[in-house]
């Protein structure tokens, strides 16, 4: 998939801040077993949020759960593990491209 970053599939596992995975919680009602869980089911859509990238690059994920909730996960990689910073529910225009890789597969 282009876009999709070399080091995410050297990824082991997640790192959670505390105050992030609290405020997806609060704000989106999007736990840290759903956001983990959105990595593993396919399509998995990933491309690079330039806009929000400062120190470290930072990417977007689209995605789903097991029961079909559909996810933007914005995350940046830290060695082999992955850092969420925010987890919430697509966006109509997420909902849309996230259709199309879909129905590309």
């Known amino acids: 998939m282009a876009g999709f970053p070399d080091e995410l599939t050297q990824c082991t596992g997640f790192e959670w801040d505390v ?3 609290e405020k997806n919680w609060e704000a989106y009602e999007v736990s840290r077993g759903e956001a983990e869980e959105t990595f593993f089911n396919r399509p998995l859509v990933v491309a690079p949020d330039a806009g929000h990238s400062g120190r470290e690059i930072r990417y977007a994920a689209l995605g789903r759960t097991e029961e079909g909730r559909l996810h933007t996960i914005i995350f940046t990689v ?5 850092r ?17 890789a879909a129905s590309k597969e």
Do not use: D, F, H, P
């Open 78 to 82: 830290r060695g082999t593990l992955i």
């Open 84 to 100: 969420v910073i925010s987890a919430r529910a697509m966006s109509r225009r997420e909902r849309r491209i996230y259709e199309q």
């Open 19 to 21: 105050g992030n995975a």
